[in-house]
């Protein structure tokens, strides 16, 4: 009797799973935000419509990373990644091969950017 009891105990309590958080980081790069960033755009535009980037390579100071990495819970990773090359102050190339809009979970949706919202210029 003792013995069933506890088999069974071990048993119920094997499928029992601790909570796992959702962990979360790097820079959220929306579609509607993607959606905004124009080739010729400055690096002070670039910061003001994504903010700064997560890593600032310091030998390819012309490129930024924008890194975002989900782990949520019991699932698997989601990492979505957007590559940014300058020419001096001036955005020239978007590399979005490893970009995934929907990584966050987030409704696409685009916007037109008003020129006026963009910061001006430091000079």
Not at 27 to 53: D, I
Not at 83 to 103: C, E, K, M
Request: with cysteine; hydrophobic share 35%.
């Amino acid at each position: 009797m003792i013995i069933s009891i506890i088999s069974a105990a071990l048993f119920f309590t094997s499928a029992c799973d601790p909570h796992r958080i959702d962990i979360q980081q790097g820079n959220k790069v929306t579609p509607e935000n993607f959606a905004k960033l124009k080739n010729g755009m400055s690096r002070n535009q670039v910061v003001f419509v994504l903010g700064s980037p997560l890593l600032k390579d310091p030998f390819h100071q012309d490129r930024w990373d924008y890194i975002f990495y989900l782990k949520p819970g019991n699932k698997d990773v989601k990492q979505s990644r957007l590559t940014l090359h300058f020419d001096g102050d001036t955005l020239i190339r978007i590399d979005d091969s490893a970009y995934t809009p929907g990584v966050h979970g987030d409704k696409v949706k685009v916007e037109s950017l008003n020129p006026d919202d963009l910061p001006p210029e430091v000079n």
